[in-house]
């Protein structure tokens, strides 16, 4: 990063993922020393730069010579606006494999409030089709002390919370659970009328010891009666007395 900026300056605003080498404290006392200001996303809500990512590795896959790649893509004009991602950033266009001629190359100014408000209706264009093609509907915020269940990508339960506060960043809540604070997006978080406070995990609950005369509850619990024998075949017995039996087919 430090040859980066060395080229094109110091940024005002870094946005990042919350991968362990960004959100460390030496790269924040990076950033603060830098007069740069830190920005993460929501944890596990896919970033900006996971498009632009994928983008890439799908160009690098139909090229050998992955440099020269990226340069055409960096000098391929943006749609309504005749301007590449080079020229906006360095004001000419870069020469690569293509002819053209020398008037092309050299730098010229362009209307920048001009070119923005292109790029702003383009962005207004895509999100509206994107909205209408997957049916995204805005959700209503949460307010403070709302129960909700609180989803986490990879897992197929819903962990239970209560919302703390709205952070300064968009759809972001922080969420309490178990004496612990979780920040998630508004997508995650789904409204719900139980209390959080009786949703225990069963890792949670301490075992406790019986007493020298109170039987377990192994020991105590009557095991159902089946009408086939007991020594059937692959038979077992779970720790409650329940007998687990393989269904019988037809052997032809």
């Not at 005002?12 to 603060?32: H, I, M, V, W």
């Not at 002819?99 to 292109?118: E, F, Y």
């Not at 178990?178 to 009328?193: A, C, D, E, T």
Request: proline fraction near 8%; include cysteine; hydrophobic fraction near 25%.
């Amino acid at each position: 990063m430090k040859t980066v900026f060395a080229c094109h300056g110091l940024p005002e605003k870094l946005r990042f993922d919350n991968g362990p080498q960004f959100s460390s404290a030496n790269f924040k006392n990076f950033c603060t020393e830098l007069g740069i200001e830190h920005e993460r996303s929501s944890p596990h809500f896919q970033s900006k730069a996971e498009r632009a990512v994928q983008t890439i590795k799908s160009l690098w896959t139909k090229c050998d010579y992955k440099q020269l790649a990226l340069l055409d893509y960096r000098t391929t004009p943006l749609e309504n606006i005749n301007l590449s991602p080079a020229q906006l950033l360095m004001g000419r266009r870069p020469r690569n494999t293509l002819p053209a001629p020398h008037d092309v190359l050299k730098p010229a100014t362009h209307d920048l409030r001009k070119v923005k408000q292109h790029l702003n209706a383009q962005k207004a264009k895509q999100k509206l089709y994107y909205d209408r093609k997957r049916n995204v509907e805005e959700l209503s915020p949460l307010d403070n002390g709302t129960t909700v269940r609180m989803e986490t990508p990879g897992s197929m339960s819903l962990s239970p919370g209560i919302v703390v506060e709205k952070t300064d960043k968009p759809r972001s809540y922080l969420v309490k659970r178990k004496g612990r604070l979780y920040r998630r997006n508004r997508v995650h978080l789904h409204k719900s009328s139980e209390n959080p406070q009786d949703e225990v995990d069963e890792q949670d609950i301490p075992m406790e010891d019986s007493g020298p005369n109170e039987p377990t509850i192994e020991n105590t619990a009557t095991p159902q009666v089946s009408d086939k024998p007991a020594n059937h075949k692959n038979t077992h017995q779970t720790r409650s007395g329940r007998i687990v039996k393989p269904p019988e087919k037809l052997d032809l």
